[in-house]
Each structure stands twice: as C-alpha cells, then as structure tokens.
C-alpha cells in the first residue's frame, strides 16, 4: 500500500522568473516517491533502481530538495533547451489547431463515406470546441450499433505532448487510405471499419495546446494543464477523472504541474468525454502521452492488480509484440502513482480496456528527424486493440493456415491449407509476378553495417545473426517499389534485451531515398525470445521503399532470417470459404502463388500464410489414382528462364525410388541445393527450387 504524505504548507503561485528543468532524482521509499508526484513532479522515465527523471518547476524542485531527496539536474531552463532544438520549425514539427481543424475537414472531404464530419462533443475552459470524428462505414456520429464494438483514442491530454496527437492522427488517416484497398492491409483496414466504429480526439486539451502556440509558435512550450487560471496556472486533465480522485498521485496545489482540480471532473473537457463515454461506452481506450516508451494500464491510484489482469497481460503481449516492443503493466507499479487518470475512470465506471500509450524516446519536443519517425510509431498498437475490441475479455490471435504445397497442375486443381481452432471461415488470396528478394540467414547479406556486425553469439537459424550492441543502423543497400496493383511482405526475426533507460531499437521505412526515416517498429524491453516480426507492404502501392534497423544506447539486439517479398499483382479469390480447400475449375495457364488466411469470428483477419507455388498448364490431368512411372526421368524446367521459383517434373520408378536423390549443381560442379534424398517415393512428382 501507498504511504501517502500530505504537505502542510500550500505552495504560494509561481514566482516570477519561474522555469522548468529536467532533473534526476533518488526517492528511497514509497513515502518519498509519493511526495515527489504531490509536490509537481512531472515523471517522465522510472530507472530500474527506483530513481526517475522528472520534469520540475522551480517550485517543485525547492520541496522535493527540502524534504531531503537528492535532485540532479539533467538539463536547466527545459523550455529554453526545447526552443533551441525547434528553431526553424513551426510548433516543433507537429500541426497547430488551426491545422489540426483543416486537417480533419480534409479527411472528412477525402473519405465521406468512412468518416463523420469533425464534431464538436462540448466546449473547453476558454470555449473552443472539442473535435471529435467516428471512422467506420457506419459513418453516422449520433448512431451507436450495439453489434459494433466503440472504440476511443485521444490524444495531448497534456498540451505539451504533441506525439500523442500525431500517432493519432497517423492512425486515422492509415484506417481511411487502407479501406477497401486490395491487399493484406486494405483487408484488415476494412474488417475494421465494417465491424468496428471508431472514435477520435486528436486534440482533447485544446487551450493549453494554443496558449503554448502563442508563448512558443516555433515549438518548445511547456504548458501541461488546462487554461482553467481562477486558482493557480491549470488543472492536469488526468488527475482530475472521478475514480481516485484526490489520492495520491495528484496534488491539491493549484500550482502543481499534477493539481487535480477543486472536485472530481471539475472541468468542462472531463465532463464532455465522460458525457460521450457514458453514451458511446468503449470497449477499448487509448489515452496517449509522451514520453518514456511504455504501455500502461489500471490501476493508477493503487498497486492494487485490476480484475481483469490476465486480459490486461494477454493484450498487452500481443501490442507490443506487434508494434512496440515496450514494458507494459499497470500505472502505479510501473511508474508511479496516479490518481484520478483517464484509465482507471473508463476502466471502473464503463468496463473500457483502458491504455496509455507513453509515445517516444527522450523529449516532448524531439528533434524533426524524430518528430517525423515518431509519425506512425503506434499505429500497430491501435490497430490491434481495435482488432482485440471483439474479444476484449478473452484476447486471442487466429492461428495462421499452412498451405499445402501446389506445384505442377493442371487447369482443374485445389488448394488445401491446415485448419484455424479459431476460424470461422478462409479467404484465399492469388498472387502474380512474386518475386523473392531478399533471403538473408545472418551469412552476410545486402546490408551496410554501421555500428552493427556478424555474431555466433545468437542466432535464429544457420550458425550466426547480425548484432547490434549500442547505437548505429543496418541499412538494406537498395530498394523496392511496390507496384500500383501490387504487395509484398517483409519480415524478420528478432532477439534483443534493451535495458530500461534511454535505449531503443527500431525498424523503419524510408519513403524517398533515405532523406526521412519513419519507424514501422520498437523495441525497448529486454526480451531474450527469439519473434517473429512481418510487416505487409501494398498499403505503399506504387511507392519505392529503402529499409533499415536503427538502434540507440547501449542496445543488445539480434536480427536474423530477414525475407522480401514483392508481387505484381494481387486479389482475393473468395474471402468466405467454410472449409479448409477451394476448388479451381479452368484457370488460366501461366506461374501464379497462393495465400490462405483464417477469420476468426471476434478478432479478424489472421496473418497470411506462406506463399505457395502453383504452375499451372494445360493438358496436365488431375487426379485420376496413382500412376507408376516405366522409367526415372527429369523433366524440364518451368518456367525457363527461372525468377524466384522453379518447379520440375520427376517421374520415380518403385525400383528406384529409394535411392533417387535431386540435388542442384552450378557450373562447377559443387552441390548448390539438395531437394530430396530417397523421400518422394514412386509415382509422379513436382518438385519446387525457391533459387
């Protein structure tokens, strides 16, 4: 339990001259600590000794040394420091209100029929509107289907916490570009939005956002709280929800960067979402902030485990997994103590699956490199919660199909792939012009190293893996484009422990040679478990993409197996198959590849499976019962010249078929590939060379 220490004396307001500095400091105990967060402590990062750096003002800095608590400072005059690192820019990289505003009307103007025009659910302290757009093909903001779950994302709660707001939007803009959209993405895009209405308010602290706009237009401001001035300088939006009001966590100091108001939802942005939450109740929430990289959850106000802990470790596994690879765990135990936050509201008075997203590396005003990497950092992690929306209590990922191998057929085949626990139906996907690009194993690939090398030490297959253990970047040394009809995959397995500090890896995209670098994926936990990581690419049709993994600090991280897929073209086949095989009657000859995929009733679209091969031609019979062949015998080659794949006809005797070996030789006569060993039996065969 908390021990909770009061403070006798009431902080007089701010001091002229008054300024915040990012410090380091050392509370030994849970009596300490909660005096820190009381006093104004802003904690941004939670060291695995107990130590924290937090953002102070001069006020709260002169308590917390008071009380005896060690206090370094990291940097003095942050507003100062953060105004030097934005020069040039316009609010730090990140979109003022008045773009915010024409932004979403913009979106609203490309996408009618996925979105609801911008609407207001209430004003704020100094009256300006609170925007809120459902996205959904029920597109209708005053309807509530009960049979699509709600979900709710927000963001700069905290004005001065400008990622928030842009990972949302990011979010948003990625659901309405994928609708309807052929290919894996344009796939899930669309389960989501005609299965789920999702709710958006990029900008929920609007007055604190435009008063740091107007004290800092070229970025840098560090106004958290609200613009409520009748008592002191604000009130911090999240600690001022109904659940744990007033407890520890939260200051009764109207001059505290963590004043929790005169009584609980107190003000007028707290009560117009809690108006709509208890309207539109959401089944998952996402309340994001910056920054430190971490993924919160119930409870804030006490170390109390929520009800539904296993749920909370289940999802949170799953987003971090496929997104960003950070701690996850409840707000009070992984950080500090905090009553009366957003989460723990949703959580207790409307059943929510509530998170915080903690969005970013070091700073609330990173540098534009970052600003712009940080773009789509935790696009992933939304879009999985959306998907877990359906199965919020009992979260699951569908199990992914193997295909059964295709080969040489002729214009009458089937395709069978292995059953789903989950599934309620398949789809299947036809792939033409595949191309394999990169299949990497750790043996020295197309890959410029900077600060990365060749290790023994870890590896997922083959004898070694590429290793990183501190800052520096692998760089693939060309490029992709992704045709207008087209996809691809990339995908890679990943090993890493990254201590809890200032220290991340990250896997990123670059969309015009290089000149920018946005993450696709972080990793910032120690994980010592050989995953699996695939990233689908036809949401970038028609574009050239370079990629690269980016490590920072003193990461110990692995990558191995990496694979590139690209194919010209794409389309689903049947998206509602109710068993395990599809039936092709008269397709057309030539080279094509397969994917099945499971649909899980309440979570959505599995991945997709492997690609499978199928050379398709004509006058090849299906199956009328097994014919010995007279004589062993290779046929040709198909297609010749090869790309990728290559597929040959065998013809095994019974007589020879325990000693028939298919082996690949080059020019020289050493053995390149070796295909089978007396395994195939007799009969006749196709035998598939991914060269």
Not at 4 to 32: C, K, Q, R
Not at 218 to 227: A, D, E, I, P, S
Not at 559 to 566: G, H, P, R, S, Y
């Amino acid at each position: 339990m908390k021990i909770v220490f009061t403070m006798i004396a009431v902080i007089s307001a701010i001091a002229s001259g008054n300024y915040y500095s990012l410090a380091h400091i050392f509370p030994t105990d849970d009596h300490e600590r909660a005096f820190v967060v009381e006093a104004g402590a802003d904690i941004v990062h939670v060291y695995e000794d107990g130590s924290a750096d937090a953002v102070l003002d001069t006020s709260a800095e002169r308590w917390i040394r008071n009380a005896g608590i060690p206090v370094v400072i990291r940097i003095d005059n942050l507003q100062r420091f953060y105004q030097i690192q934005c020069s040039g820019k316009t609010m730090g990289g990140f979109m003022t209100w008045d773009e915010i505003q024409i932004w979403m009307d913009n979106l609203h103007a490309n996408y009618p029929g996925i979105t609801s025009p911008p609407t207001s659910i209430g004003d704020t302290y100094e009256g300006r509107p609170q925007l809120v757009m459902k996205i959904g093909t029920d597109n209708t903001f005053t309807n509530d289907d009960t049979t699509r779950p709600n979900c709710w994302y927000d963001g700069l709660i905290h004005a001065r916490e400008g990622a928030s707001m842009q990972n949302t939007c990011s979010f948003m803009e990625w659901l309405c570009s994928n609708y309807d959209r052929n290919g894996y993405c344009g796939l899930v895009a669309t389960y989501v939005l005609e299965n789920r209405d999702c709710w958006f308010l990029p900008c929920y602290n609007v007055d604190g956002w435009v008063y740091n706009e107007t004290t800092s237009p070229g970025g840098g401001g560090m106004q958290r709280k609200n613009m409520n001035w009748s008592l002191g300088d604000g009130v911090d939006l999240n600690r001022n929800f109904a659940i744990g009001w007033g407890g520890p966590g939260s200051s009764g100091n109207p001059n505290s960067e963590t004043y929790r108001g005169t009584a609980p939802l107190s003000e007028p942005e707290n009560i117009n979402v809690d108006a709509f939450w208890a309207t539109y109740l959401p089944i998952e929430m996402h309340n994001s902030h910056t920054y430190s990289d971490l993924l919160l959850f119930p409870w804030g106000h006490k170390d109390d485990p929520p009800t539904h802990m296993s749920a909370y470790q289940t999802q949170g596994e799953i987003m971090v997994q496929w997104a960003t690879g950070e701690i996850y765990g409840p707000v009070a135990t992984t950080i500090y103590i905090a009553s009366g936050g957003s989460v723990d509201h949703a959580y207790d008075l409307y059943g929510s699956m509530s998170w915080s997203y903690e969005i970013g590396f070091t700073s609330f005003w990173p540098s534009l490199d970052e600003v712009t990497r940080l773009t789509r950092r935790n696009l992933r992690g939304f879009l999985v919660t959306a998907l877990l929306a359906g199965c919020p209590l009992d979260p699951h990922v569908p199990e992914v199909p193997v295909l059964e191998p295709i080969g040489l057929v002729g214009n009458d085949f089937t395709v069978e792939w292995s059953s789903a626990p989950t599934a309620s139906s398949y789809g299947l996907q036809e792939i033409t012009g595949y191309d394999l690009i990169v299949d990497d194993h750790g043996d020295s690939g197309p890959f410029v190293l900077s600060g990365w090398s060749m290790s023994s030490e870890q590896f997922h297959s083959g004898t070694q893996s590429y290793h990183s253990n501190g800052s520096g970047t692998m760089t693939w040394n060309s490029s992709v484009t992704i045709p207008a009809d087209g996809g691809g995959r990339i995908s890679f397995w990943c090993y890493y422990n990254i201590g809890n500090g200032y220290e991340e890896g990250a896997f990123e995209y670059s969309p015009n040679g290089g000149s920018d670098w946005y993450y696709l994926q972080t990793f910032c936990r120690n994980d010592p478990t050989w995953r699996r990581s695939i990233h689908e690419l036809d949401e970038w049709q028609g574009e050239t993409l370079m990629f690269r993994w980016h490590t920072q600090g003193g990461c110990d991280m692995f990558v191995d197996d990496i694979m590139l897929e690209a194919w010209d073209g794409n389309e689903f086949v049947d998206l509602s198959i109710s068993g395990t095989s599809y039936d092709f009657i008269g397709h057309p000859s030539g080279d094509y590849w397969f994917r099945a995929m499971a649909l899980d009733p309440d979570f959505g679209w599995s991945w997709a499976s492997e690609v499978e091969d199928a050379s398709i031609s004509t006058g090849i019979g299906g199956e009328e019962g097994p014919c010995i062949p007279q004589v062993t015998s290779l046929g040709c080659a198909i297609p010749n010249p090869v790309i990728g794949h290559v597929i040959f006809a065998v013809d095994i005797t019974e007589a020879d078929a325990p000693f028939t070996e298919i082996m690949i030789f080059d020019i020289s006569g050493r053995i390149v590939a070796e295909l089978s060993k007396g395994d195939l039996g007799s009969g006749s065969h196709s035998v598939s060379w991914n060269c």
